[in-house]
C-alpha cells in the first residue's frame, strides 16, 4: 500500500517543449497529480519529500521550476478527519480500560490446604472484598486481622494486587503439641479404663502394675520421685503405659438408596459476567431443572501482559437426572459398615486392634451393625498432680 503524504507543493515548470515535461518526470519515477497546462508552462503538485529530486531534474533539463504554494495533498485532509474520529472513538475505551485496572476483577487464594477457598472468598466478601471492589480502597492490614480473627485455624493471610488480579495468600495452623502447666511437673493418668498390660517408666514413680483393673482418669505415673537419699523431688512423668482396652462401637444405614438415572439430554448455557454482573444469553439459563449436575467453566479475558478486564464469558452444561429408589444388598451393606467401622476405631487408639468381631441385625429397613474389639494401647496422658504434702 503506498504510503500517504502530509504535504503537497503546487510548481510551475517552463521548458522550451511543455509536452515533453510530463514523459521526462514520469521516466525519472516522480509521482505527480492534478497536472495542467498554463500560460508559460506546466503546472502539477508533488510530495514535500519529491520537491528536491524535481529541482535536480529541471536543472538537468534546463526548467525552470517555481513554487506556487504549500498544503496537504488531496484526500489526506478526509483520511485525517477519519482517523481523528477514530482516536476520539477509541478514547472512551482506553479510559475504561484503565478504570477498570482500579478494581480487583479476579481473586485467587494460595497457601489453603484444609480450609476451602470458598470459605475465604466468603469472609472476604463480608469485610468488603470482592469481585468488582475498588482496589486502592483496600486496608490489607485491616483485613487480614479481621481475617484472623474470623477464621482461627489461619496463621497468615496477606492481600497481594497485581493488576486487576488480587492473590490471598494464606498459611495455616499445624497445631501446636499438648505441654503441660508451666513451672509444675506433669502426672500420666489413664485416658480410658482397661487392664494394664505393661508399664515401663522412663521418669517418675508408677502406680500401677501389670494386670491391675483402671478406669478413666487414674494415676498411672506420679511426677514425684524419691532419690537415693529418701528425699522426694518433683520432675515430669515420661512413661509407656500399655493396657487392654475394649470398644463397643455402632452404625446404622438404611436398606435403600436414591440412584442417579442420567436422562441422556445435555443442556448448554452461554452467559456474560460484565463488571461483577451476571447477563444470561439465553431463555434456558438460571431456570435449569432441578435434579441437574451442572459443570460450570468462567474464562476472564486479559490484556498481553495478564492484566484481567472486567469481561468473563461463562459456560455451562447441565446434565439432568431422575432419581429413584432401590434397595441395597444387604451383605454389601454390612461389609460396607464393618469397614467405616474399623476405620474409625483404628483412627482413635493408639495401638493396635488385637481381635474384633460384628454383630447385625435387621429392622423396619434399618441395618445396624455392631462392632466389638479388644485392643492394646498406650493409655497414659498428661493429667492433673495427685501428690501430696
Sequence with gaps: ????????????????????????????????????????????????????????????????????????????????????????????????????????????????????????????????????????????????????????????????????????????????????????????????GGVVHAVTVLSGEARVRRGQMVEKGDPLVLSRRVDLQGESREEGAVALVEAWTYYEITAVTPLTALKKEYTGEVLRDESLYLFGKHINFFKMSGNLPMNCDKITETRPLCLPGGTVLPFALGKSLAFPYTVEEEALDPQAARRYLELRLKERLEGSIKGSIMSQSTLAEERDGMLTVTLRAVCLENIAVPGESLNTE
Design 1 to 192: 500500500m503506498r504510503k500517504v503524504g502530509w504535504t503537497s507543493v503546487l510548481v510551475e515548470l517552463k521548458g522550451a517543449e511543455p509536452s515533453s515535461i510530463l514523459n521526462r518526470l514520469a521516466g525519472a519515477g516522480l509521482a505527480f497529480s492534478r497536472a495542467e497546462s498554463g500560460e508559460d508552462g506546466l503546472r502539477l503538485t508533488v510530495k514535500q519529500r519529491s520537491l528536491r529530486r524535481l529541482m535536480d531534474v529541471s536543472r538537468e533539463e534546463g526548467w525552470a521550476c517555481d513554487i506556487l504554494s504549500r498544503g496537504l495533498i488531496a484526500g489526506t485532509e478526509s483520511r485525517l478527519r477519519r482517523r481523528a474520529l477514530l482516536l476520539l472513538c477509541l478514547l472512551p475505551l482506553f479510559v475504561l480500560l484503565w478504570g477498570s485496572s482500579l478494581y480487583v476483577w479476579e481473586i485467587r487464594v494460595v497457601g489453603n490446604e484444609k480450609i476451602t477457598a470458598g470459605e475465604i472468598l466468603r469472609n472476604l466478601e463480608e469485610l468488603g472484598v470482592g469481585i468488582g471492589t475498588f482496589r486502592p480502597g483496600i486496608d490489607n492490614t485491616r483485613i487480614a486481622e479481621e481475617m484472623l480473627l474470623r477464621i482461627p485455624e489461619l496463621s497468615f493471610l496477606s492481600c497481594n494486587s497485581f493488576g486487576s488480579s488480587m492473590v490471598v495468600l494464606v498459611r495455616e495452623e499445624s497445631g501446636a503439641p499438648e505441654k503441660a502447666s508451666p513451672g509444675k511437673a506433669a502426672d500420666l493418668v489413664a485416658a480410658r
